[in-house]
């Protein structure tokens, strides 16, 4: 595996983990301090990490697609694989603090 794939990958793994985390973060602190609008700031400030992420498979899958080949490694997969976590934790972090808004009874 070449040394920037390697560095894609650690840049995806980084960026996809950071924005991950920040979501978890921002729905733990919404249950503490029931902030609505709060959490979707930090899902929001999260979503520029894993905009981060994205950029980078953007450019793995614009490299192949212009010809270079890219060796698809179990650290690339790993990679791939945190990158979807992170969309996947993300878009149920929205619909769960829409629902967190509803149950509560509206906006504030």
Not at 41 to 67: F, N, P, R, V, W
Request: aromatic content about 2%; hydrophobic content about 40%.
């Amino acid at each position: 595996m070449d040394e920037k794939t390697v560095e894609q990958s650690m840049q995806l793994i980084l960026h996809s983990g950071t924005g991950r985390s920040m979501v978890i973060e921002a729905m733990q602190q919404l249950f503490k301090d029931h902030d609505v609008e709060k959490a979707r700031k930090e899902i929001d400030a999260a979503g520029k990490e894993i905009g981060e992420a994205h950029d980078i498979q953007t450019s793995l899958i614009s490299e192949e697609c212009d010809g270079r080949s890219i060796e698809k490694s179990i650290l690339l997969i790993h990679a791939q694989d945190h990158f979807m976590t992170s969309l996947a934790v993300r878009d149920m972090a929205k619909l769960m603090v829409d629902m967190y808004e509803d149950l509560r009874g509206g906006k504030a």
